[in-house]
């Protein structure tokens, strides 16, 4: 069975960073899409960004040119390293890998950015 086990949030100031980690285990099909979504209260979760096991990448557009999203294919494992940290960007972050139609999700991990 898949589990996926994020880290990596916490409260920072405007304008600096935090990198988050999501480590898949169990058997994963190699082609897939891991990505990552954030929820705030009382709104949609939204994609943030999403990228390939061939490396091709996508982002919201309200975090392009400050998040940048990686993998390592050997290790399962999805990164979200992102930059000048905006309030904006307060949510609960969460994981997700997809394989054809199945859909998998982590805990979730907050990310606070304030003053």
């Known amino acids: 069975q898949v589990q996926l086990v994020e880290s990596g949030g916490g409260l920072v100031q405007p304008g600096g960073s935090l990198r988050l980690s999501c480590a898949a285990s169990?058997?994963?099909?190699?082609?897939?899409?891991m990505g990552w979504y954030r929820q705030t209260p009382g709104k949609q979760r939204e994609l943030v960004a999403a990228?390939?096991?061939?490396?091709?990448?996508t982002y919201a557009d309200s975090v392009k040119g400050r998040f940048t999203i990686s993998r390592d294919n050997t290790k399962n494992t999805v990164y979200l390293q992102m930059n000048s940290l905006k309030p904006e960007d307060t949510a609960v972050y969460y994981c997700?890998?997809?394989?054809?139609?199945?859909?998998?999700w982590g805990q979730g991990t907050q990310v606070t950015v304030s003053s």
């Open positions: 997700n890998v997809r394989v054809f139609s199945d859909n998998y």
């Open positions: 169990g058997s994963i099909f190699r082609l897939n899409v």
């Open positions: 990228i390939t096991s061939a490396g091709t990448t």
